[in-house]
């Protein structure tokens, strides 16, 4: 191949896109898949953004990248500090190719700000989860930045949902797809390339928000209603830009249309994982249990959207208290031995372990024994399908990033519960017809699954019998003729494990760079300016 293309439609489901390519909303991927394949395509575990989309460009797992979620947990403290591209631990292949004169052209994939300077063209995906559109600091080289004006994420806000939310929402995502297809394409046909990946949002976004409204077996589908082909259109609309991108990349160019996970409708349960623990008496409460921080909701309540994105960037450190408060506030950790950040992605339990945590209670000596313990007793709750500890699922330098135990919620009639956060009341409730939209932190009623697609237009022969993320960037390195460091992944196109090479030696935090104590002064001046702090 002369050249790889890889068109990321973030949250594609496999399903919808063989049920709508077979029915003829989707020619474009239809037409790829019958010179190539459509396959499920495996993800991590939890299929969650920033660790899916970093092991694609990586083909390495969690535990050798170090990337496991939005935040991390700050060594020694009860906190978390946002992630950026810097605290990846493992070369991209969009590094890999640079350094031997390829040229790049990347824009969009998450977890990949700031952007790096590649041999090329550089757009950085989303920064943070308020991030709704970019400024000059997204693109490489910033000269540049004015022709990626216009690109947006979700340019509104995914919280608070009322009446004419939807309308809007779906007339937004809509031409957000519009905006980033006449980017890309002025890219693809104006600059000279070899590899070009871009990725697409509006799919996780649409299915996050209107799977209610378009499987009638959804417990929270309200009936006939406007918005039933709401996904199917946003689909449509990306097939439609994915056709324009191919063509412009030409007949000699290896295609991939991939995404980071499958898509699945929420059932109408709600599990409070800390109040489950405090009824296992792993868990307490400070008298009056704590609310979430008045500075995040007042942050996504009053900042204007388009504001937050830059004001997140200016002062990470500041975010991430807010953030720190909201997830660990109210917790008495001199009588907590185990609690959790009650993400609805990313369902999981950490220990508070003595000698990490600063009141950790769990001796380091009897962690393996708790875990275990800890894990068994999860899997006797009802709602829980799974409870693993973190070495089972990852391996490398950096799997201490991850939680201690990660879960999957079980799944009634094929909608598993939600997992929202609360201090006090009960482990297990109903949500009322009011709550079914959901929202972010509210139980959104559409959610990730494993697989995502893989669709391309050669056929796969000779590569791995499932194909997953970890096989993408060994792909395109084969494809293009480039050896790299030794991946987990296998080219699926040829036999052979990695793409051969020295593996990258794993580092700590390396050029990981949170945001400054100037750049956080800044921030948090300008946050007492609009009056939310005193």
């Not at 400024?135 to 004006?149: H, L, M």
């Not at 559409?446 to 669709?455: K, M």
Request: with cysteine; glycine share 12%.
């Amino acid at each position: 191949m002369k050249r790889v293309l890889v068109l990321g439609l973030d949250g594609a489901d496999p399903e919808l896109c063989r049920r709508w390519m077979d029915d003829g909303a989707l020619p474009n991927l239809r037409a790829l898949a019958a010179s190539g394949a459509l396959l499920p395509l495996e993800s991590v575990t939890p299929p969650a953004t920033f660790p899916a989309w970093t092991t694609c460009v990586t083909g390495v797992n969690p535990g050798r990248h170090g990337v496991f979620d939005f935040t991390e947990m700050v060594p020694g403290r009860y906190a978390v500090r946002f992630v950026n591209g810097s605290f990846r631990r493992a070369p991209a292949v969009w590094d890999i190719l640079s350094r031997v004169g390829r040229r790049v052209v990347v824009a969009g994939v998450p977890a990949t700000w700031p952007p790096e300077p590649v041999n090329g063209l550089m757009l950085s995906g989303f920064d943070s989860p308020v991030a709704t559109s970019i400024d000059a600091s997204f693109v490489y080289p910033r000269a540049r930045a004015a022709e990626a004006a216009g690109w947006r994420f979700a340019d509104f806000q995914e919280g608070h949902i009322g009446p004419g939310w939807h309308a809007e929402a779906l007339r937004r995502l809509l031409l957000g797809i519009e905006e980033k297809e006449r980017i890309l394409l002025n890219w693809a046909r104006g600059e000279p390339w070899d590899f070009f990946m871009a990725v697409f949002g509006e799919s996780d976004t649409v299915s996050h928000h209107f799977w209610m409204f378009h499987d009638p077996q959804s417990p929270r589908y309200p009936g006939p209603n406007p918005f039933s082909n709401a996904i199917r259109d946003v689909y449509a609309r990306l097939d439609a830009a994915v056709g324009r991108i191919v063509d412009a990349a030409g007949p000699d160019a290896l295609v991939m249309v991939v995404s980071d996970h499958g898509f699945t409708g929420a059932g109408d349960t709600v599990v409070h994982l800390n109040n489950r623990l405090a009824e296992m008496g792993l868990l307490r409460y400070l008298p009056g249990g704590g609310r979430d921080s008045l500075l995040k909701r007042l942050g996504l309540s009053v900042v204007p959207e388009r504001a937050r994105g830059a004001l997140f960037r200016r002062l990470r450190g500041v975010a991430g208290g807010a953030e720190s408060r909201s997830r660990f506030g109210g917790l008495d950790w001199a009588r907590t031995r185990a609690y959790s950040e009650e993400l609805g992605y990313f369902p999981s339990v950490r220990v508070n372990l003595a000698g990490r945590e600063p009141q950790g209670t769990v001796a380091p000596e009897d962690y393996d024994g708790f875990v275990a313990e800890l894990c068994a007793r999860l899997r006797e709750w009802d709602v829980i399908a799974d409870a693993v500890p973190r070495a089972k699922l990852y391996s490398g330098a950096h799997v201490d990033r991850a939680p201690d135990v990660v879960l999957s919620l079980k799944a009634e009639r094929g909608y598993a519960p939600v997992c929202v956060r609360a201090r006090g009341g009960g482990a297990v409730r109903k949500l009322t017809e009011a709550e079914y939209p959901g929202g972010k932190e509210r139980g959104m009623n559409g959610v990730h699954r494993n697989p995502g697609v893989l669709v391309t237009n050669r056929p796969v022969a000779g590569g791995p019998e499932r194909p997953s993320l970890l096989d993408i960037a060994p792909t395109a390195l084969c494809a293009l003729g480039v050896a790299g460091p030794e991946m987990e992944g296998r080219p699926l196109f040829a036999p052979g494990a990695g793409t051969g090479g020295a593996p990258p030696a794993d580092g700590g935090d390396g050029g990981a760079r949170p945001f400054l104590p100037e750049e956080e002064a800044l921030l948090e001046e300008r946050l007492r300016s609009l009056g939310y702090l005193e």
